[in-house]
């Protein structure tokens, strides 16, 4: 029998994988496949369904809505939806992944209104963001983009940047950190490296990359170069948010880096049309559990493939992994990184070697700051 969370996070795509960018590392543009319809656009009734599913399912509860593009599902949709949320007293943090090229001040409002949470991806500066980040019409948005974030800024509106560690960014840590925190005037920033496999999501079992992805030398050069810049002049000041995991894991508090989870399963993904699917990561027909129209959450999570895939990482974790004195900070990371393989031949990361490096160098100076 299934036991509910403690908390639960889910992904909703109301716009499907519809965007009006075309990323050059982007997995979720080619997942339009996933549906059948052409409408791409969630309605409130899926979305109620999933609330009223929510509400006795989980001690706490948060939802991301992202894409594709969740602002081109247009805002009278969220004012509906966060309305309901609000009328029958259902207590959800949101959050908003967007490329910020579509708000503008109404939108912002709303967020400030409504606490949002807000994710803004970008790159870098302009230079090294339009390499990977170009729109369909091939237009710049960059300058609309930094327009909005200083309307966020103006608004109190509570953000943080959503940057990928790339092919062409990697080699220019100090422009990257310095230009959000020096120019922008940022104070919350994620760096999210780029393993792609070339098909896309879920378990990379050809071991073949997309161009995009980085080795695992460049991105441990990356962040311990960030690492060095945020120590020197911007602790308390900046929060860069693998740093903050790493402290939390020490004081052995919770956090919220789904891949540094001791199991998965607690971060799903709900399409347009009620999908739900085990991971945002494993949007793939053989993690289907089911669709929200037509089963409760508890029907959809009551049945063996979801059993396994929670139990996949806990379980198949290499005993390299385990044995490792930093295993209780990442617990392996994400089984879709798992394309390299250990001494015993069992998958483990592909960022392994470059984890225990960067814990190796940031560790004890993280662990006198905690003493402080």
């Known amino acids: 029998m299934f036991t509910p969370f403690d908390s639960l996070h889910i992904t909703i795509k109301p716009k499907g994988a519809i965007c009006n960018l075309s990323c050059k590392y982007c997995y979720y543009l080619r997942k339009k496949s996933l549906c059948n319809n052409t409408d791409f656009s969630i309605n409130l009734k899926t979305y109620i369904n999933l609330l009223e599913n929510l509400k006795n399912f989980a001690n706490r509860s948060s939802i991301t809505w992202q894409g594709g593009e969740p602002t081109l599902r247009g805002l009278d949709f969220f004012y509906e939806a966060i309305n309901y949320q609000k009328i029958h007293g259902i207590k959800i943090k949101n959050c908003f992944q967007t490329n910020g090229t579509n708000l503008n001040e109404e939108w912002v409002k709303f967020f400030k209104e409504n606490d949002f949470l807000i994710g803004i991806s970008l790159d870098g500066p302009k230079n090294l963001h339009e390499k990977n ?11 609309k983009i930094i327009e909005n974030i200083n309307l966020l ?5 509570d953000f943080n940047i959503l940057c990928t560690v790339n092919k062409e960014n990697v080699r220019y840590p100090r422009e ?15 760096f999210i490296p780029i393993v792609q496999s070339e098909k896309g999501s879920g378990f990379n079992r050809e071991n073949v990359l997309n161009p995009q992805s980085i080795t695992p030398k460049e991105y441990e050069d990356f962040i311990i170069s960030v690492f060095d810049l945020w120590y020197k002049k911007d602790v308390g000041k900046v929060s860069v948010q693998l740093f903050e995991v790493i402290m939390a894991s020490w004081l052995g508090t919770e956090h919220g880096l789904c891949e540094f989870q001791k199991n998965c399963g607690q971060a799903l993904l709900m399409e347009h049309n009620g999908d739900i699917y085990a991971c945002d990561h494993f949007a793939e027909k053989d993690f289907l559990l089911g669709n929200i129209n037509e089963k409760s959450l508890k029907e959809l999570f009551d049945n063996k493939m979801f059993y396994d895939f929670r139990a996949y990482k806990r379980e198949n974790v290499s005993k390299e992994c385990i044995a490792c004195k930093y295993f209780f900070i990442c617990h392996g990371e994400c089984p879709k990184n798992w394309i390299v393989r250990d001494k015993e031949g069992k998958r483990k990361n592909y960022l392994c070697e470059s ?6 160098y940031t560790s004890d100076k993280l ?3 905690i003493k402080r």
């Open 133 to 143: 980040r170009v729109s369909v019409t091939h237009e710049s948005y960059y300058d």
């Open 355 to 360: 984890y225990k490096r960067i814990f190796d």
């Open 367 to 369: 662990l006198a700051l």
């Open 153 to 157: 800024k103006k608004y109190g509106v």
């Open 176 to 190: 990257v950190y310095e230009y959000f925190v020096n120019t922008l005037k940022v104070n919350f920033l994620q």
